[in-house]
Nanobody, 123 residues
Framework: QVQLVESGGGSVQAGGSLRLSCAASGYTYSSYCMGWFRQAPGKEREVVAARYLGGSATDYADSVKGRFAISYDYAKNTLYLSMNSAKPEDTAMYYC????????????????WGQGTQVTVSS
């Protein structure tokens, strides 16, 4: 079992920055990938950024490339999402997730999910 707890959400004006954190506990060594997802009202959940934990490979949705950065602190077992140049369309509930299975990180098929943290970007 892997437990995930997000924090760092809040309200920010367009152009501003936020950093989301996701503290992982439990059998964290079993995780193959970790990712950030978001879901806006009336929309499907989408993957925002993903990171392979066996190396440094990362991937991003086109909508956030160049603005968001995903990172992982192995000493703290904590996943981060640095959000810069925020846009109103970034407003959503953000979730972190852990995937145990091999075969790529850019997928919705993750095994463990956090409760989410709300991000609101005002224009």
């Amino acid at each position: 079992q892997v437990q995930l707890v997000e924090s760092g959400g809040g309200s920010v004006q367009a152009g501003g920055s936020l950093r989301l954190s996701c503290a992982a506990s439990g059998y964290t060594y079993s995780s193959y990938c970790m990712g950030w997802f978001r879901q806006a009202p009336g929309k499907e959940r989408e993957v925002v950024a993903a990171r392979y934990l066996g190396g440094s490979a990362t991937d991003y949705a086109d909508s956030v490339k160049g603005r968001f950065a995903i990172s992982y602190d192995y000493a703290k077992n904590t996943l981060y999402l640095s959000m810069n140049s925020a846009k109103p369309e970034d407003t959503a509930m953000y979730y972190c997730a852990a995937r145990l299975n091999r075969g790529g990180c850019w997928t919705n098929e993750y095994n463990y999910w956090g409760q989410g943290t709300q991000v609101t970007v005002s224009s």
